[in-house]
């Protein structure tokens, strides 16, 4: 008799990879993660490379610093997994919310190493090739297409989604300190960014330091959360 194995649904897998943790955690754990935005001309999608972790209300860097609750902030407040987009510099960037309601923190995702629909990508962000596709969080969205309309879903079941099954995993993670925080007192030098070392699609990547296999291990492909 064939004994059956009990699978996680992606709820469960959600819940996983976002319960019980701190935001630090979980910005390292989203690295190797498949992000994947089902749109009417097609899918777009690829590996998340490189995130910084927001810490608020205490993180001077976040938008939620003080408990802080403008309209633009409210999705902060909302559950883990929900989407939190904003505009800066005219780039619309992508977060994570990550602690349960109430509690303001999130993941900010920096780059993306893409992997489906990497011409549709090219073509969003003006015919740029290699890592200038989505090497940067306001690259990142502009290759993916993501619109404004995503604030406030889940990244469970929205267009904009994790696939579990396609995870990867970093051979090496590296903690670095957040790009672009400057005079916040410590929390500018904190060591909340976190990256797959060696990979060409982490912003300010050096090409010297990138990895033969792009900083994942050989056996990619396997499912993180099993």
Do not use: C
Not at 83 to 94: E, K, P, Q
Not at 221 to 226: D, S
Request: net charge positive; glycine share 10%.
């Amino acid at each position: 008799m064939i004994k059956k194995v009990n699978q996680m649904t992606d709820n469960e897998k959600l819940d996983k990879l976002l319960l019980n943790k701190t935001t630090p955690e979980i910005a390292r754990d989203l690295l190797g993660m498949y992000l994947e935005y089902v749109t009417p001309t097609g899918t777009v999608g690829g590996y998340i490379v490189d995130a910084e972790a927001y810490l608020g209300p205490d993180d001077e860097a976040a938008h939620s610093f003080g408990m802080r609750k403008t309209p633009r902030v409210l999705a902060m407040y909302e559950k883990p997994g929900t989407i939190y987009l904003y505009t800066m510099h005219t780039h619309r960037i992508l977060n994570i919310i990550t602690q349960p309601e109430g509690i303001p923190q999130g993941v900010m995702i920096r780059a993306l190493e893409p992997e489906i629909g990497i011409e549709q990508m090219s073509s969003n962000r003006g015919g740029k090739i290699g890592p200038d596709i989505s090497n940067g969080p306001g690259k990142l969205v502009a290759a993916l297409g993501i619109p404004q309309e995503l604030y406030g879903q889940s990244i469970l079941d929205s267009p904009l989604h994790f696939v579990f099954e396609k995870a990867k995993r970093p051979k090496q993670i590296l903690a670095l300190p957040r790009i672009g925080i400057p005079n916040k007192g410590e929390w500018t030098e904190k060591l909340l960014r976190f990256v797959v070392a060696g990979n060409p699609y982490i912003s300010l990547q050096k090409k010297n330091q990138v990895d033969e296999d792009w900083g994942w291990r050989k056996e990619n492909g396997k499912n993180k959360l099993t």
